[in-house]
């Protein structure tokens, strides 16, 4: 009798353990769908970095104007953190917003920035500006 005691209470463990395996069993689905979302998501355009691909979107959208963060169509409104603050635009929401959309007489270039490229070239216009733009 005493024998088959730990038996029955053994086997009434392995009943409890397997019941509560589907949920488990589940639960790792979930992680590992979690995790293959995480290695799979698609990466920002060129696998880049924010900065990086700020730098890269400002050579081929904005430097035919702004090179080295000036303006070669109006002098006075560059991309230099005291222009910036002279008109109000010391901000990289605010940069966004005009490398979007456009100011004054220059367009938007929403279209060719893609998904994320005003905010992306607009950081860096930010970096720059902070920076002194050192190559200029
Ligand atoms: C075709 C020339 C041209 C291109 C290309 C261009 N801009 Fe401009 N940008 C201008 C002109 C002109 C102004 C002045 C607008 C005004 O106030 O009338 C300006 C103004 C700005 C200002 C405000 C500067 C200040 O001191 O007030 C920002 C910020 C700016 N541009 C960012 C960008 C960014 C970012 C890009 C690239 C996505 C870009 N621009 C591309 C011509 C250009």
Not at 29 to 51: I, K
Not at 67 to 95: C, F, Q, S, W
Request: hydrophobic share 50%.
């Amino acid at each position: 009798m005493a024998a088959v005691l730990p038996g029955s209470a053994e086997t009434a463990a392995g009943v409890g353990a397997s019941a509560g395996l589907r949920p488990r069993w589940w639960l790792r689905l979930l992680v590992l769908v979690a995790l293959l979302l995480l290695v799979l998501w698609p990466r920002p355009a060129w696998g880049l970095s924010e900065m990086a691909r700020g730098a890269q979107l400002f050579e081929q959208h904005c430097a035919g104007c702004h090179v080295n963060g000036g303006n070669i169509l109006r002098r006075g409104k560059t991309l230099k953190l005291a222009a910036l603050e002279r008109y109000g635009r010391a901000d990289p929401a605010v940069i966004a917003t005009i490398a979007a959309a456009g100011v004054g007489q220059m367009g938007g270039y929403a279209a060719v920035l893609g998904d994320g490229g005003p905010e992306a070239v607009a950081s860096w216009v930010w970096q720059q500006a902070t920076a002194g733009w050192p190559r200029g």
